[in-house]
């Protein structure tokens, strides 16, 4: 009975995400496969046979996995410093990784239309400081992408990897070094294989969400297009439908496939789990 009362708790919550969620996703992929009452695979075979769209594919992966692995170097140390720090502390350097989180991206993004135009205030400063002889062009490339959503992105993976590495018990450390291990190498064969469940849920969010993500790459992106934009575009202004439900059920396949990889790489890191 008690096991019954618990599945009845959790039922509003599958219907709603079936109903809205599952439903929609399924009629969206199945769609797919048929045009005009018949099976095909038109889509798919036009989408990769044609060298504009793998570009765009292959854009928003580099643009997806260099955004990932920059927002693991920088917030692994920053959630291991946070994680070591008392309860006040870290709750105030918790508060300030969040707060951007609560700005809207469009905010952030026209932020850093600001900052790396060709007049903003990057290219200023290096032209006032004789660094460069001409402004650089940072903004409308995948490289103002890159860091439009590492600003959008990193808080995620830092509050991740502090919810894991503040319950790692320190004396560990200490173990390993009074066995004679340096402190880098307790770090790296104490901590880092301790904190692989919040690194790979981290770099899923991170992941997912680069090669989602719109208003970010639509606006310092420019011209260069992503999956995410290339969607919007055959969608809204093309009224493609049938090639817009091909791109968003290749971007579903990659984020399974991503997330398969990365447990699988968890566990070859992670063996004992």
């Given at each position: 009975?008690?096991?019954?009362?618990?599945?009845?708790l959790?039922?509003?919550?599958l219907?709603?995400?079936?109903?809205?969620?599952?439903?929609?996703?399924?009629?969206?992929?199945?769609?797919?496969?048929f045009?005009e009452g018949?099976f095909?695979?038109?889509?798919?075979?036009h989408?990769?046979?044609?060298?504009?769209?793998?570009?765009?594919?292959?854009?928003t992966?580099?643009?997806?996995v260099v955004?990932?692995?920059?927002?693991i170097?920088?917030?692994f140390?920053?959630?291991y410093?946070?994680s070591?720090?008392g309860?006040?502390k870290k709750g105030v350097?918790?508060?300030?990784?969040?707060?951007p989180?609560?700005t809207s991206s469009?905010?952030?993004?026209?932020s850093?239309?600001?900052i790396?135009?060709?007049?903003g205030?990057l290219?200023?400063?290096l032209?006032?400081?004789?660094?460069?002889?001409k402004p650089?062009?940072?903004l409308?490339?995948p490289s103002?992408?890159?860091i439009?959503l590492?600003h959008?992105?990193?808080?995620?993976?830092?509050?991740?990897l502090?919810?894991?590495?503040?319950n790692i018990?320190?004396?560990?450390?200490?173990?390993?070094e009074?066995?004679?291990?340096?402190?880098f190498?307790?770090f790296?064969?104490v901590?880092?294989?301790?904190?692989?469940?919040?690194?790979?849920?981290g770099?899923?969010?991170?992941?997912?969400?680069?090669l989602?993500?719109?208003?970010?790459?639509?606006?310092?992106?420019?011209?260069?297009?992503?999956?995410?934009?290339?969607l919007?575009?055959?969608?809204?202004?093309l009224?493609?439908?049938?090639?817009?439900?091909v791109?968003a059920?290749?971007?579903?396949a990659?984020t399974f496939?991503?997330?398969g990889?990365?447990?699988?790489?968890?566990?070859k890191?992670?063996p004992?789990g």
């Amino acid at each position: 009975m008690k096991k019954l009362g618990l599945y009845l708790l959790l039922l509003p919550g599958l219907l709603f995400l079936t109903l809205f969620m599952v439903i929609p996703i399924a009629m969206t992929i199945l769609s797919t496969f048929f045009q005009e009452g018949s099976f095909t695979l038109e889509g798919y075979l036009h989408f990769l046979a044609d060298p504009y769209f793998l570009k765009i594919l292959w854009t928003t992966l580099q643009v997806s996995v260099v955004t990932t692995i920059a927002c693991i170097l920088l917030g692994f140390p920053a959630a291991y410093y946070i994680s070591k720090l008392g309860p006040r502390k870290k709750g105030v350097l918790l508060a300030l990784a969040i707060f951007p989180l609560l700005t809207s991206s469009v905010v952030r993004s026209f932020s850093w239309m600001i900052i790396l135009g060709k007049k903003g205030l990057l290219n200023s400063s290096l032209l006032s400081l004789g660094l460069i002889e001409k402004p650089l062009e940072i903004l409308y490339t995948p490289s103002a992408m890159m860091i439009g959503l590492i600003h959008l992105f990193l808080p995620l993976i830092i509050i991740t990897l502090v919810g894991v590495m503040e319950n790692i018990d320190p004396d560990l450390l200490k173990a390993a070094e009074s066995l004679g291990a340096s402190k880098f190498t307790a770090f790296r064969q104490v901590i880092v294989p301790l904190s692989v469940p919040g690194l790979i849920i981290g770099s899923i969010l991170v992941f997912v969400g680069s090669l989602t993500a719109y208003t970010t790459p639509a606006l310092l992106g420019g011209k260069q297009r992503v999956i995410s934009t290339f969607l919007y575009q055959n969608a809204i202004t093309l009224n493609d439908w049938h090639m817009a439900s091909v791109i968003a059920t290749i971007m579903i396949a990659i984020t399974f496939i991503v997330i398969g990889l990365m447990n699988k790489l968890a566990t070859k890191l992670n063996p004992k789990g």
